[in-house]
């Protein structure tokens, strides 16, 4: 059994898909739980990191806006930014993950942190922008007037984040294994999919 990695777009299912898997398959799941593990780890506020999270500090206005937080993680530069030691966190604990066994990652660059890797199985998850934005009112609860822009806003944040720190373009098919379009098949079968491939590609 693989490492499985998954990396979407906003509102296309991807944790749905991840725990549903974890689930099916008796694995530890990863996506918000690696902001706890990483503040723990540090000792800092969980809080303070959830701000960082799947974020990047490229201009200077933003970490303003952060408040310029840093600390100093052990191993690392004192005045390194928040931002990058949560990436260094993150990556550390991943790395761990995998070491240890079979497991499903949600976002945080885990399939290029785990590039390297042998067993790891790396998926894209996208959807039709309308019925995004329709999942993100519905299961989300946000304001339809305002949902559009936040699918838009997440979608470029994560982006920008893969881009700064891997170099790698976000959703471009080469840099996977498999990449599906939740919103033909739908959720469950978006699952069963992964599944199957995985077990064809690694056995």
């Known amino acids: 059994m693989p490492v499985i990695t998954i990396a979407r777009q906003y509102g296309s299912g991807g944790r749905r898909i991840g725990r549903a898997l974890a689930e099916k398959l008796e694995l530890p799941y990863y996506d918000k739980e690696l902001v706890a593990l990483a503040a723990k780890k540090s000792g800092m506020s969980e ?3 959830q701000k960082a999270d799947e974020r990047h500090t490229s201009s200077l206005l933003y970490s303003l806006v952060m408040g310029n ?3 100093a993680m052990p191993g690392t530069a004192a005045n390194l930014p928040l931002n990058d030691q949560l ?12 070491r240890k066994g ?4 949600v976002g945080r660059c885990a399939d290029y942190i785990l590039r390297d890797f042998p067993h790891v199985f790396k998926v894209y998850l996208y959807a039709d922008r ?3 934005v329709q999942r993100t009112i519905e299961e989300y609860g946000v304001d339809t007037q305002k949902a559009g822009d936040i699918v838009a806003k997440v979608d470029k944040r994560r982006a920008a984040y893969c881009n700064f720190y891997t170099g790698a373009k976000w959703g471009s098919p080469e840099n996977y294994d498999l990449c599906l379009n939740t919103g033909s098949i739908g959720l469950d079968n978006a699952a069963q ?6 077990q064809m590609k690694l056995g």
């Open 69 to 71: 937080y840093s600390y």
């Open 47 to 49: 809080e303070v990191f």
């Open 87 to 98: 990436f260094l966190l993150q990556t550390q604990i991943i790395q761990e993950a995998a």
């Open 130 to 132: 309308k019925l995004r």
């Open 102 to 105: 079979p497991c499903i990652i």
């Open 193 to 198: 999919l992964i599944l199957r491939a995985s």
